[in-house]
C-alpha cells in the first residue's frame, strides 16, 4: 500500500479530521493535504517525521506496512506510555477522564 494512503488510514483510524490532525501536528492543513494526494516521497523529511510521531509510530514501521515486510501490531505499553506522556498536555479534560475511564474498565 503507498506510504500516503496509509498515514490517512492511521489518522482517521485515530479519529481525527485532515484539519484537526494537521492543526495537532503543527503544519499547515494545504501541507498535510498535499503530501497525503501527491505522496510522501515528495515532502519533506522533518514534516513526515512529525507526522509519524504524531501517530505514535517511527518513518521505519511506516516503511515496513507500505512494504508489507512486518504489520504494525496493536501498540505495547511504551507505546501507550510515550503517546500520553508527549501528547497528555494537549488533552481536553473530558479526554484524560475518558481515558481514566477506559483504563479503570480494564482494572474491573
Known amino acids: ?7 490517512e488510514q492511521l489518522i482517521k483510524e485515530q479519529g481525527y479530521s485532515l484539519k484537526a490532525f494537521a492543526e495537532k501536528c503543527g503544519l499547515p492543513y494545504t ?3 498535499g503530501i497525503l494526494k501527491n505522496g510522501v516521497g515528495r515532502a519533506s523529511v522533518d514534516n513526515v517525521i512529525q507526522i509519524c510521531q504524531t501517530l505514535g509510530i517511527t518513518v521505519e514501521e511506516l516503511e515496513e506496512m507500505a512494504t508489507g ?3 504494525k501490531c496493536e501498540p505495547s505499553y511504551d507505546d ?3 503517546l500520553i506522556a508527549r501528547n497528555g498536555k494537549q488533552m481536553s479534560k473530558e479526554q484524560k477522564l475518558r481515558l481514566i475511564q ?3 474498565e480494564i482494572i474491573e
Do not use: F, G, N
Open 102 to 104: 477506559l483504563l479503570s
Open 31 to 33: 501541507t498535510l493535504y
Open 69 to 71: 515486510e512486518k504489520q
Open 80 to 82: 501507550v506510555e510515550r
Open 1 to 7: 500500500m503507498e506510504k500516503a494512503k496509509i498515514l
